[in-house]
């Protein structure tokens, strides 16, 4: 299904950025990773010489952004599927955020977003096909219930699920769908600093097949959509 086909997944280093990349790359993806850290990033790729490349960066810097699709279309070609997974949480009640600190969160969880869609979408938008997975939260799911100190991330991941549904309706008509996933407590490095290694719910893996299905033509009819991944 995926054979042959070329995506970029962010936050790539850990977690689910990292099962999803993998799993991109079992099925015959060749696959642009992007993360901070170069050490974490070279071991995966090291593993999957052949199917994944590593680009060091932040999804905040522009010209980083420029320097990963060029890479990838030099070694790959086109992008077809963009996981926007990157993100950052400091929990802290809003009164004690620095605005530097609220800005870096959104600079991350949604400039982030906003700078890799719009690099890739005029290739997809040209060649007619094309599917973007945003990776959301139950925490900017509207409804649920907030936990405490994550105002800042659930204003981040509230934006990105409403930038999913507005660019759905953008590109429609072009061949490119938008979709996200919102999952809920996932046993990844963020979690458990966040939480006080509390249980998690999922394994990134779950959450990776998730994405994946939002990236393949099973879910052809989908666009717009915010899947909820988690138990109410």
């Known amino acids: 299904m995926f054979a042959g086909k070329v995506a970029i997944v962010t936050g790539a280093s850990s977690g689910i950025g990292r099962a999803?990349?993998?799993?991109?790359?079992?099925?015959?993806?060749?696959?642009?990773?992007?993360?901070?850290?170069?050490?974490?990033?070279?071991?995966?790729?090291?593993?999957?010489?052949?199917?994944?490349?590593?680009?060091?960066?932040?999804?905040?810097?522009?010209?980083?952004?420029e320097n990963l699709f060029a890479a990838v279309e030099a070694r790959f070609g086109p992008c077809e599927i963009l996981v926007n997974n990157a993100g950052t949480i400091d929990p802290k009640p809003l009164v004690a955020i620095p605005l530097d600190e609220w800005e870096l969160a959104f600079a991350v969880n949604v400039r982030g977003a906003y700078l890799m869609c719009r690099r890739a979408l005029p290739q997809m938008i040209a060649s007619r096909r094309g599917a973007i997975v945003n990776v959301a939260s139950i925490s900017g799911v509207p409804g649920t219930e907030k936990f405490p100190g994550f105002t800042s991330y659930a204003a981040c991941k509230g934006a990105l699920i409403s930038l999913t549904e507005a660019l759905a309706v953008e590109t429609r008509d072009a061949g490119v769908r938008v979709n996200s996933v919102s999952p809920g407590s996932v046993d990844t490095p963020m979690w458990a600093a966040v939480s006080n290694h509390s249980p998690a719910s999922m394994t990134p893996a779950e959450v990776a097949e998730t994405i994946l299905f939002l990236a393949s033509d099973l879910s052809r009819p989908m666009n717009g959509q915010n899947l909820h991944v988690w138990s109410a």
Not at 55 to 62: E, R, T
């Open 20 to 65: 999803t990349a993998e799993l991109l790359a079992s099925r015959g993806a060749f696959v642009g990773i992007m993360a901070r850290s170069a050490e974490k990033l070279g071991a995966i790729a090291s593993a999957h010489p052949d199917r994944i490349l590593s680009f060091p960066g932040d999804v905040s810097d522009p010209n980083a952004v």
